[in-house]
């Protein structure tokens, strides 16, 4: 089982470009979940993915979007890229069909934009 | 305020000392997690749990629901813990999870 995997691990990137970032869940799990961690903080929730469709929303722009897939991974689209958009992305996977599903995290995206 | 709290932000120990990490909440949960996070920035879970106490080797988690409060204890520290430990709580709806700002440990040899 390969676990929670994420591509790329590093990105960099200018202001004003597009990123996208993408994951693929442990074997097993249909939920989705990205986050954003700035340097020295905590991670922050940006939306979660099931069934090929946005569940929750944290308090990000519409600058941040994502797509789920037939097969559960999953992207995140970033447009017209900011400074503060520099941070490491975590994407974690859950199974819906678990009681209390407990997330799975892969080891992140470094994403500097310059 | 954030709706979790995590003390003390950093921790300075000696090899072998006993460790605690609290953390608060202000909102009702279904379950609160233990995250480790080493440099590099990947996360694993150390514990998730909804009521009492869970062990694993020298790691104690414990919860209590009524004082929204939970602890993680380190026995007899080692250099290799020295790490970020992140708590994080899952509300009653949903299943996003809402993160403390972490704790920085150092294990001093």
């Known amino acids: 089982d390969a676990g929670v995997t994420q591509s790329p691990t590093h990105l960099i990137k200018t202001r004003g470009q597009q990123v996208t970032l993408r994951c693929s869940p442990k074997s097993g799990h249909d939920t989705v979940s990205w986050y954003q961690q700035a340097l020295g903080q905590g991670p922050q929730f940006i939306f979660q993915?099931?069934?090929?469709?946005?569940?929750q929303r944290g308090n990000f722009p519409d600058r941040f979007s994502g797509h789920q897939f037939p097969n559960y991974s999953s992207e995140l689209n970033v447009n017209a890229l900011l400074l503060g958009d520099s941070a490491l992305y975590l994407c974690?996977?859950?199974?819906?069909?678990?009681?209390?599903?407990?997330?799975?995290f892969g080891p992140g995206t470094r994403l500097t934009v310059l | 305020k954030n709706e979790v709290e995590q003390s003390p932000q950093n921790l300075t120990a000696q090899e072998g000392e006993f460790i605690t990490i609290n953390c608060s909440y202000s909102?009702?949960?279904?379950?609160l997690h233990w995250l480790q996070q080493h440099p590099g920035g990947g996360i694993v879970s150390l514990f998730m749990l909804s009521s009492g106490k869970k062990k694993h080797g020298r790691l104690i988690a414990t919860i209590n629901i009524q004082e929204k409060h939970s602890s993680l204890h380190i026995t007899a520290s080692h250099p290799r813990d020295s790490a970020v430990y992140i708590c994080?709580?899952?509300?009653?709806?949903?299943?996003?999870?809402?993160f403390g700002e972490g704790t920085q440990l150092t294990v001093n040899p």
């Open positions: 993915y099931y069934e090929e469709e946005e569940r």
């Open positions: 994080a709580v899952k509300g009653t709806s949903g299943s996003r999870l809402t």
């Open positions: 974690a996977s859950s199974s819906n069909r678990v009681r209390y599903n407990e997330q799975f």
């Open positions: 909102v009702g949960i279904s379950a």
